[in-house]
């Protein structure tokens, strides 16, 4: 038999997304001795495309825990790197937005065509332009790859959306726009109604999550033999003591009304989203496997909710949020 070959789907989830996301590699490379950026595709979405660009340049999922507990990293590519999470996008709340639709043309298209877009994309070109920046993170990839390039030898794809077409690319693929890749990372992360669009090639774009939170479909025909999916702002019910629930869609759902009672508006509209994340997850995961490829999903528990709270950019849960990472996920892959 020949040697395996593995895809890694790293979603979308803001800041505490991210930290979740650091923790699940830790588990994930201790309980299987695989070292994820090894993946022969690595596919980012938002604050995935960050953590996958670091991953493929070298950077070991220890080092990234490191990292995120502020410790000073003396080896690798991230030695002397400074980087505030806390505060290098803004903070937990977004600047106020520009009046205005966000997209007036793909909102047009939506509406005349909603079958050919997903719901969030429709959403997406009707909110107010964002004023915030991703700059800070533009200038963290460049700091470990360079002007212009991309990690050496790798398998990187940076997922995000033409906010004109509503049309999804996955940068990095054969046929994609050719660009930098801090610039791809920097579409992927833009939130439409929190950062403004990054222009590639004359085309804005935005966020990748505004298609999918994961763009896990996009790992099918690749001739992968497995595939791990790291879902931050999906949910992974389980019973209190760790033991996970390996349910159908509907039952994981029917568990999380039960046991998840959000209070607030937030909390409520967070809810809802994950639910949709999950089922979305769900489908692509079930597209993958109908093509005989392993899918292996990782996504929060109720006990990483609890951590997190409902503000996916809240930095005083992020060390929280790591933390329980380590432990839940281990627990899961268990």
């Known amino acids: 038999m020949g040697e395996v070959r593995r895809g890694l789907v790293l979603g979308g989830g803001g800041m505490l997304g991210a930290a979740w996301t650091i923790g699940a590699l830790c588990a994930v490379e201790e309980a299987t001795g695989w070292r994820p950026g090894s993946a022969e595709i690595v ?29 000073e990293i003396t080896t690798g590519p991230l030695a002397g790197v400074d980087f505030d999470y806390d505060t290098a996008v803004g903070g937990a709340l977004p600047p106020r937005p520009r009046p205005g639709i966000g997209s007036p043309g793909l909102l047009r298209d939506a509406v005349r065509h909603p079958r050919e877009y997903p719901f969030l994309t429709m959403v997406s070109a009707a909110v107010p ?22 990690p050496a030898g790798s398998g990187l794809r940076v997922a995000a959306v033409d906010y004109r077409t509503g049309r999804r690319v996955a940068f990095g693929d054969p046929g994609a726009p050719e660009v930098p890749v801090d610039r791809a990372v920097m579409a992927s992360c833009a939130i439409p109604g929190w950062f403004a669009p990054v222009e590639v090639n004359g085309s804005r774009y935005v966020d990748g999550g505004c298609w999918s939170a994961t763009n896990a479909d996009l790992m ?44 607030g508006v937030l909390a409520q509209l967070v809810s809802r989203y ?27 528990t109720l006990e990483d909710l609890a951590a997190m709270g409902p503000n996916m950019m809240d930095p005083a849960r992020r060390g929280q949020t790591l933390e329980t990472a ?9």
């Open 129 to 150: 332009t964002g004023r915030g920046s991703v700059a800070p993170v533009g200038e963290l990839v460049r700091g470990l790859v360079g002007d212009g390039g991309w």
């Open 326 to 334: 380590l432990h839940t996920t281990a627990r899961a892959l268990r």
């Open 220 to 263: 099918a025909g690749r001739g992968l033999d497995e595939v791990y999916v790291l879902a931050p702002m999906a949910l992974r019910p389980s019973w209190p003591d760790g033991r996970v629930v390996e349910r159908g869609t509907l039952a994981a759902v029917r568990e999380w009304r039960q046991r998840d009672r959000p209070r």
């Open 43 to 71: 596919l980012g979405t938002s604050a995935g495309s960050i953590l996958g660009t670091l991953l493929t340049a070298g950077v070991g999922a220890a080092e990234l825990r490191d990292h995120q507990r502020g410790l």
């Open 274 to 300: 994950r639910r949709a994340v999950t089922r979305q997850l769900m489908r692509e995961a079930r597209e993958l496997r109908a093509g005989g490829v392993r899918v292996q999903l990782l996504a929060p």
